[in-house]
């Protein structure tokens, strides 16, 4: 591709490093105006979909063929997530949430039926909700507090922090072992904000009764479909393909080299990493305008010597650590580290019919809400080490969870035994794995390793890079896209590329209120300009912003 050839047929021609979820909208966006944009996608790796991945299974022994094996499900309010599901014939599932955390009677708490332990601490979550509120009138000052140190000023018990708060943040928010330096806004975001909660606050047991979440169908095949379909409109989707170096941003626009690449090559099984380059020397390619689909630390370390000190401190401000997902169908170590099935010991005299009628669920006697099968079947566990409670270990059982489990079977029973249920241990910071028990699970029962590299939610990312996103977006002919940039969810992946390809003059295609009402706020808050509408129902509202 020659310099030159930049702006041919009046083309704004656009290059979109990485091919995940914030990628892949951005390029969906960008291709409903083949007139406005040529597109290309640059993806090191052999698929699209960055951590939305899918493995195979041994139906036989499992029940069914496949799973997602890095990101699982989601919310009913992750509206751009399910419609672009519905635009390539995938169907996400509904699902009704069991969780079981810590283990014991001192340490246990779920959402099926009373507990103990939140018996004993009644009186904090009371006051957690009126803490909530607190926080919202506050913003963004006592937004800014780390949850750690909120707990604190507000005399929560300090077991209560531990054995509730931070384990409910840490599995549905992913922010792991650094939950305790979350800041107070993501808090009250989770439990208050449309846009972003994963459920409703309850004033009796924090976590609702079986609250309706989805799971999502195979990633692995809805991205392939997806990439096949922007294709055929035109996008340039190269993958095996790294960007080795930016050479340039300027008002001439944007000069990278690449080079071809296998991820396979040289693996590092006990690390991230891995691969090498391939092939003849690097390639020097132009464009006129360049999004960062990648983590921000790896833009940070690709930008190299064209980064601004702008941009050097905004990206400098995520951190992220190496965690390692162990799928296994050890049931064993489920048993011996969780809660994994009704014990009765563990549960709480009944207070109201409501939670005699949570008990009897739980303990198969009889149909849950909306007629959900019978029987305490958790999907998210976490286990506390007692040297430190602020760190956790998360886990999901799988074959509870996602829902191809269940669809050959029927549906009030486990599809398969106990024994050969599909399981993920998630082992947090690399630096923490001293205290991890992953040298408990049979090795012989281990499905898949996977190393990942996940983003920290501290309270310093809401201070040095969630508000100076806005400084950096539009500069020097790149923007930023990607969950990093704001939460880490699917959803925020998708809405962050959509954002990006609307900076740069696409249309937002307008299908639900609130999902643009999202796309809305993300908008100001990221990059600091006001949603001008989109298109609905073939009329055309005023245009997006060009950056």
């Not at 930016?246 to 691969?275: A, M, S, W, Y």
């Not at 009402?517 to 298109?535: A, P, T």
Request: charged share 25%; net charge neutral; proline share 5%.
């Amino acid at each position: 591709m020659s310099e030159e050839g930049l702006l041919k047929n009046g083309k704004k021609n656009v290059v979109i490093i990485g091919g995940g979820a914030a990628g892949m909208s951005c390029a969906a966006t960008l291709a409903q105006h083949p007139d406005k944009f040529r597109v290309t996608i640059l993806e090191r790796m052999s698929v699209v979909g960055g951590q939305a991945t899918s493995i195979s299974l041994d139906k036989e022994k499992y029940g069914t063929s496949w799973m997602n094996d890095g990101v699982q499900g989601g919310a009913p309010s992750f509206k751009h997530t399910l419609n672009f599901f519905k635009q390539y014939g995938h169907q996400a599932q509904d699902v009704k949430l069991q969780v079981s955390f810590g283990q014991g009677k001192e340490s246990f708490w779920t959402n099926c039926f009373p507990s103990q332990l939140v018996d004993q601490f009644s009186a904090d979550i009371k006051k957690f909700g009126r803490v909530l509120k607190i926080i919202k009138y506050t913003m963004p000052v006592l937004g800014l507090v780390p949850i750690k140190y909120m707990l604190k000023i507000f005399m929560f018990n300090k077991e209560f922090g531990d054995k509730m708060v931070f384990p409910l943040i840490a599995l549905f928010l992913g922010t792991g072992n650094q939950t305790a330096n979350v800041s107070c806004a993501i808090l009250e975001r989770l439990f208050d904000d449309p846009n972003m909660k994963l459920w409703d606050y309850d004033s009796e047991t924090l976590l609702p009764n079986l609250p309706q979440m989805v799971t999502f169908p195979h990633l692995g095949s809805f991205y392939a479909d997806w990439a096949a379909d922007l294709r055929s409109k035109g996008v340039d989707i190269r993958l095996n393909t790294d960007v080795s170096a930016i050479l340039r941003r300027d008002k001439k626009g944007v000069v990278l080299e690449t080079r071809p690449f296998d991820p396979e090559r040289k693996p590092k099984p006990d690390t991230l990493g891995g691969g090498e380059h391939t092939g003849p020397p690097s390639t020097t390619e132009f464009y006129d305008e360049m999004v960062l689909c990648i983590l921000a630390d790896d833009a940070k370390k690709l930008l190299g010597k064209t980064a601004t000190w702008k941009e050097k401190f905004v990206l400098g401000g995520a951190a992220f650590f190496d965690d390692i997902t162990i799928t296994h169908s050890d049931a064993d170590y489920f048993r011996k580290n969780y809660e994994t099935h009704f014990n009765p010991e563990l549960c709480a005299d009944p207070k109201s019919k409501q939670q005699e009628d949570q008990i009897a669920f739980s303990k198969n006697e009889q149909l849950g809400p909306d007629n959900e099968p019978a029987g305490f079947r958790p999907m998210y566990y976490t286990h506390m080490y007692p040297q430190n409670p602020h760190k956790i270990e998360m886990a999901f059982d799988c074959t509870n969870y996602q829902h191809q489990f269940r669809m050959d079977h029927g549906k009030d029973k486990p599809p398969v035994a106990y024994e050969n249920h599909v399981f993920q241990s998630i082992f947090l910071d690399k630096g923490s794995k001293d205290l991890w028990t992953i040298d408990q699970i049979d090795e012989s029962k281990v499905i898949e390793k996977k190393w990942w590299h996940q983003l920290g939610h501290r309270w310093q990312h809401y201070v040095r890079v969630v508000p100076n996103m806005m400084f950096i977006n539009g500069k020097n002919r790149t923007l930023f896209a990607g969950s990093w940039t704001l939460v880490n969810m699917h959803e925020m992946a998708c809405v962050s590329g959509i954002a990006a390809a609307y900076r740069l003059g696409a249309e937002y295609e307008v299908f639900d209120d609130f999902a643009e009402d999202m796309l809305k706020k993300y908008l100001l808050i990221s990059h600091g300009v006001r949603y001008r509408g989109g298109k609905e129902e073939g009329m055309m509202k005023k245009k997006g912003g060009s950056v």
